[in-house]
């Protein structure tokens, strides 16, 4: 079905704040116009998650305007042309339109235009460079964006191999999007991408990181995920993904289904590693620079679920790692009751050992010890009767 060729309001600009923004920045006049993913999910009738503005107006006059209106203005990004509007119920960056003077594949030098043509031009995909007037909606295309989003397609504006060249990220982006919004992935951007796969390299493993947790999120990356290993897309910064793990992957997304679970990427990407590969994870995260709690969890991940009883193990290392691993080995029937499981508190302490009769020292300690691995196994008994039978037979139990 085609997308309409209006958009409606989307909501935070409907608020009194919204009208402010809008009126202080002469939207009505076509001066400044919705851009991005805003127009793009709005058309699909997919939620707006962020509001991207582009106008005519220079920053200053952005803050100026913004400020006279009773909108906060944060200079976020001045040197490119950034502004952000805070109100109540509102938060949407504004960018003047620009073009790009110099690019070196990581960093853009730009300048400031009045041309919309020229705005559209410098960006990434055709479906990422539609317009809407507001508060009317009426889109702007300037390179087939609107056929592009009824044929579910990804396509990169222009020639492939110069906007990889402005910005070796969208090597990435171009598949994320792919595995989010195209029915097949586009042959001309797969060779592009595949041509200049190693330009990865020079991109900050922090931007590559996030890259791949966008894409690992979407509801299925396997078939993208595929396409791109055999690409050879990811050789020269992550050469651990293999086409034999994709199946894994499969069976972990369908046993986050069936668990009803939210997906993860931590754990997603521990799927796509071998068994018990510690020594990859370990290495994965530190190259990516990810952060130490997910580094612990990629590594947890990645190991066998063991046998039952599974609590005894969430007990000692974690239910989010058991759960984990197990919806890895596709076993959601398993991992469903310790979703969002607690630890239980240990209900004695060495204090209860001591009125048993043993003297204070290192043995309060072992039997105490003794008391948790009985009371673990027995199911965590809460009651008074339980507990006070597993501390007697701990305290007995070196009497000799």
């Known amino acids: 079905m085609n997308p309409p060729q209006r958009l409606a309001l989307p909501l935070p600009l409907a608020t009194p704040a919204g009208a402010a923004l809008l009126a202080a920045l002469d939207a009505a006049a076509g ?49 490119h042309g950034t502004v952000t509007a805070v109100g109540e119920g509102l938060i949407a960056e504004i960018t003047t339109l620009r073009r790009d003077v110099h690019s070196d594949g990581r960093h853009a030098q730009v300048a400031f235009t009045a041309d919309w043509q020229a705005d559209a031009t410098r960006r990434d995909f055709t479906i990422n460079a539609l317009y809407a007037g507001l508060p009317d909606g009426a889109i702007l295309d300037l390179t087939g964006g609107l056929a592009d989003l009824a044929a579910r397609r ?32 586009d042959d001309e951007g797969l060779a592009a991408c595949a041509a200049r796969a190693n330009d990865l390299m020079a991109l900050s493993r922090e931007r590559i990181a996030s890259e791949l947790q966008g894409l690992l999120l979407v509801a299925d990356p396997v078939p993208v995920l595929g396409v791109m290993i055999e690409a050879g897309i990811w050789r020269a910064v992550l050469p651990e993904l293999a086409a034999t793990r994709l199946p894994a992957l499969a069976r972990t997304i369908a046993a986050e289904t069936a668990a009803g679970i939210a997906p993860a990427w931590p754990r997603r990407l521990a799927a796509l590693l071998p068994a018990g590969a510690t020594r990859a994870a370990a290495d994965i ?80 300690a072992r039997r105490l010890a003794a008391f948790e691995g009985a009371w673990v196994a027995a199911g965590f008994p809460a009651d008074t009767a339980s507990v006070a039978a597993l501390l007697d037979a701990a305290a007995q139990s070196s009497a000799s």
Do not use: C
């Not at 492939?160 to 070796?168: F, V």
């Not at 609590?311 to 080995?329: C, F, H, K, M, N």
């Open 285 to 364: 995260g530190a190259r990516l620079k990810l952060a130490n709690a997910i580094r612990i969890r990629l590594v947890a991940a990645v190991q066998a679920a063991g046998p039952p009883p599974h609590w005894a193990t969430a007990y000692s290392q974690g239910a989010e790692a058991v759960v984990d691993r197990l919806l890895i080995a596709g076993d959601a029937a398993a991992a469903m009751p310790l979703i969002g499981w607690q630890r239980p508190k240990l209900p004695a302490s060495g204090k209860d050992i001591i009125a048993r009769g043993v003297g204070p020292g290192p043995e309060v």
């Open 31 to 79: 001066t400044t116009r919705l851009v991005g993913g805003a127009v793009r999910d709005g058309l699909l009738g997919l939620p707006v998650k962020d509001l991207d503005l582009a106008t005519r107006l220079p920053p200053d006059a952005v803050m100026q305007r913004l400020a006279a209106a009773g909108l906060k203005a944060v200079p976020t990004g001045l040197a």
């Open 154 to 185: 990804v396509r990169f504006i222009g020639d492939p191999l110069a906007r990889i060249a402005e910005d070796h990220l969208r090597i990435l982006r171009f598949f994320r999007f792919s595995a989010r919004y195209a029915a097949a992935i």
